[in-house]
């Protein structure tokens, strides 16, 4: 089965820092891969998502991905953080074919003013 | 940006009682999924559905069941609900790859 490792379960950073999640996966075929962005009190979002194509991946409010597929990795990057994207951070990957989600453990963002 | 609800968004209830969490999507989606996550962790899949009349079990063992009679309505039931089903319940639609989540459902058995 497929499995998703995110590290650094909680990470707590200043305003104006850069921030970085990494996600590696486990399966070795193709694969879609995604993250997710759950605010405080609000439902899961799709911050980006990689289907094919570039391997550097933009998404909403300034996040970027970049898909490593020697290294199975699917990293989460902002160069400067806010306080507003305190959040949980989800990696998840589906094979390619397999409409089914494996998520990662999750990584806890606290942005201090 | 597909709409999806899900009632109730908190639910406390006593053991043995029988529970239906309710999950719409107005984007008329063919799947549909059904997670349970607990705090600090990982999302698991609980069921899932491609369309009317289909429904599988996900790859975490669950007593609840599902059940798939219109695209945009996907019920989860547990029919004695335990303390060991108290956690976050989330619903999801896909029009392919990319899933679309409602707000969960906190349930508490006490």
């Known amino acids: 089965a497929q499995s998703v490792s995110q590290h650094n379960h909680h990470v707590i950073l200043s305003e104006a820092a850069s921030l970085e999640l990494g996600c590696n996966y486990s399966y070795g075929g193709t694969v879609n891969l995604f993250w997710y962005v759950q605010y405080p009190g609000q439902h899961l979002q799709l911050l980006l998502k990689y289907f094919s194509g570039d391997p550097l991946v933009k998404g909403i409010k300034g996040f970027e991905a970049e898909f490593i597929k020697s290294k199975f990795s699917f990293n989460l990057r902002k160069p400067s953080v806010q306080w507003s994207d305190t959040a949980e951070y989800f990696c998840?990957?589906?094979?390619?074919?397999?409409?089914?989600?494996?998520f990662g453990k999750g990584n806890q963002v606290v942005v201090i003013p | 940006e597909a709409d999806i609800y899900q009632t109730p968004r908190y639910l406390v209830i006593g053991t043995g009682k029988k529970i239906t969490l309710e999950c719409s999507q107005t984007m008329g989606h063919d799947k549909m999924y059904w997670y349970q996550q607990d705090p600090g962790m990982e999302l698991h899949l609980i069921h899932y559905s491609y369309g009317v009349n289909s429904t599988e079990k996900g790859d975490l063992s669950s007593e609840s069941t599902v059940s798939r009679i219109r695209t945009e309505h996907f019920p989860l039931t547990l029919e004695s609900a335990r303390p060991s089903h108290t956690s976050q319940y989330l619903c999801a639609s896909s029009p392919a790859y990319e899933q679309y989540f409602g707000p969960g459902t906190r349930l508490t058995v006490t």
């Open positions: 998840a990957v589906n094979e390619w074919g397999n409409n089914r989600l494996a």
